[in-house]
C-alpha cells in the first residue's frame, strides 16, 4: 500500500494554456475524488468515479474542466484554457465501498497549480 | 452556503494540556464525521471519525464527541504535544457517493 500519489507536485502555467493531473490512488479503492482547495478554505468536492464511471460533478466544475478514469484505475483532471481563478490545489482522494466504514477518504499530496 | 463551519480559525495551546477543536454543521442529511490534519504542501490525513448513532469515538489521544441535537462535534487532543501543530479539518458525508464537505479549517499551535 503506497498511499495515493499524485503527479506533478507543482504546475506553473500562463492564463490560456491547458493542464493536465494524475492521481493514482490506493490499488484496491474503486473510488476516487478530486477536490479544489483555495488559500483559507476547505476542500471543495469536484467529482467522484466509481470504478471508470463519473457519478457525480459539481457546479464548481466548468465545462472547461474534465476528469476520466479509464480502466477504473488512475484518473487524470484536464483544465482547458486555464484562468487566473484556477490557482489552487487539487487533490484526489480514494476511497473502497467493499471496506466499513466506506466513507474513509485517503488523500494523496495535491497538485498545486498556479496560472500567471 | 456553508453547511459544515469551524468558527476558531486559529488555537493555540501549551504542551501537555487539552486541545478542544469545534465543529458545527447544518445538514440534518449528514450521518458521518471525519477529522483530518494537513501539514504546509501535503494533503490532508485521516485522523478519526465518527458514525451518528455514536456520540463519541476515541482512538489513542483524540476523542470526538458527536452532540446530534445540537448539530456539533468536537476533536479532543490529550496530551497536545508540538508536533500536533497542524490545520485540523472537520468534514461531513451522507450524501450519495459519500462525498466529504468540509469546513474551512482550524490552526492549531501547541507551544513547548
Known amino acids: 500500500d503506497t498511499g495515493v500519489s499524485q503527479d506533478p507536485r507543482h504546475k506553473?502555467?500562463?492564463?490560456?494554456?491547458?493542464?493536465?493531473?494524475?492521481?493514482?490512488?490506493i490499488s484496491e479503492h474503486n473510488r476516487l475524488y478530486w477536490y479544489r482547495q483555495t488559500l483559507g478554505q476547505g476542500p471543495e468536492f469536484l467529482t467522484y468515479f466509481q470504478n471508470e464511471a463519473q457519478l457525480e460533478k459539481s457546479?464548481?466544475?466548468?465545462?472547461?474542466?474534465?476528469?476520466?478514469?479509464?480502466?477504473?484505475?488512475?484518473?487524470?483532471?484536464?483544465?482547458?484554457?486555464?484562468?487566473?481563478?484556477?490557482?489552487?490545489m487539487y487533490l484526489c482522494a480514494s476511497s473502497s465501498t467493499g471496506t466499513q466504514p466506506s466513507y474513509e477518504q485517503y488523500f494523496g499530496p495535491g497538485t498545486r497549480l498556479t496560472v500567471t | 452556503d456553508q453547511q459544515v463551519k469551524q468558527?476558531?480559525?486559529?488555537?493555540?495551546?501549551?504542551?501537555?494540556?487539552?486541545?478542544?477543536?469545534?465543529?458545527?454543521?447544518?445538514?440534518?442529511?449528514?450521518?458521518?464525521?471525519?477529522?483530518?490534519?494537513?501539514?504546509p504542501a501535503?494533503?490532508?490525513?485521516?485522523?478519526?471519525?465518527?458514525?451518528?448513532?455514536?456520540?463519541?469515538?476515541?482512538?489513542?489521544?483524540?476523542?470526538?464527541?458527536?452532540?446530534?441535537?445540537?448539530?456539533?462535534l468536537s476533536l479532543h487532543i490529550v496530551p497536545s504535544q508540538p508536533g500536533d501543530s497542524a490545520v485540523y479539518f472537520c468534514a461531513a458525508s451522507g450524501e450519495?457517493?459519500?462525498?466529504?464537505?468540509?469546513?474551512?479549517?482550524?490552526?492549531?499551535?501547541?507551544?513547548?
Open chain 2, 96 to 112: 450519495y457517493g459519500n462525498k466529504l464537505v468540509f469546513g474551512a479549517g482550524t490552526i492549531l499551535r501547541v507551544k513547548s
Open chain 1, 12 to 25: 506553473i502555467t500562463k492564463r490560456g494554456q491547458n493542464v493536465t493531473f494524475r492521481c493514482d490512488p
Open chain 2, 42 to 72: 501535503e494533503g490532508p490525513t485521516f485522523l478519526i471519525s465518527i458514525s451518528s448513532i455514536k456520540d463519541k469515538n476515541e482512538d489513542g489521544r483524540f476523542t470526538v464527541f458527536l452532540n446530534k441535537s445540537a448539530k456539533h
Open chain 1, 59 to 88: 457546479r464548481l466544475l466548468s465545462d472547461r474542466f474534465s476528469a476520466e478514469r479509464p480502466k477504473g484505475s488512475f484518473s487524470t483532471l484536464e483544465i482547458q484554457r486555464t484562468e487566473q481563478g484556477d490557482s489552487a
Open chain 2, 7 to 39: 468558527n476558531s480559525p486559529s488555537l493555540s495551546v501549551q504542551e501537555g494540556r487539552i486541545s478542544i477543536l469545534n465543529c458545527d454543521y447544518t445538514n440534518s442529511m449528514f450521518d458521518y464525521f471525519l477529522w483530518y490534519k494537513k501539514y
